[in-house]
Nanobody, 115 residues
Framework: QVQLVESGGGSVQAGGSLRLSCITS????????MGWYRQAPGKSRELVAQIAAGDEQTYSDSVKGRFTISTDNAKNTMYLQMNSLKPEDTAVYYC?????????WGQGTQVTVFS
């Protein structure tokens, strides 16, 4: 069973930055895709950013140019660097990975952006 642990959430003023981390319990080389999702109150969970085999990166239009997804293979960790944060970025952020058999989710970390 793959374990994912997110960290780095918190409260920040609009325009500020946060970096989220997702540590995996196994080598990230086994994953087909790794990504960050978020869910705001009363809304559906949505894709924020994803990285696939070959380092192909995908971003939602709402975060493109402000957020950057990356991985550190040696640390089995995925990151989400979030800059120029806006109040509408407020949500619980989840990491998600897909291996050959299953989808795995982390427990989520709260990000609150106040104006």
């Amino acid at each position: 069973q793959v374990q994912l642990v997110e960290s780095g959430g918190g409260s920040v003023q609009a325009g500020g930055s946060l970096r989220l981390s997702c540590i995996t319990s196994t080598s990230i080389y086994r994953f087909i895709t790794m990504g960050w999702y978020r869910q705001a109150p009363g809304k559906s969970r949505e894709l924020v950013a994803q990285i696939a085999a070959g380092d192909e990166q995908t971003y939602s239009d709402s975060v493109k140019g402000r957020f950057t997804i990356s991985t550190d293979n040696a640390k089995n960790t995925m990151y989400l660097q979030m800059n120029s944060l806006k109040p509408e970025d407020t949500a619980v952020y989840y990491c998600r990975v897909i291996d050959v058999s299953m989808i795995h989710w982390g427990q989520g970390t709260q990000v609150t952006v106040f104006s």
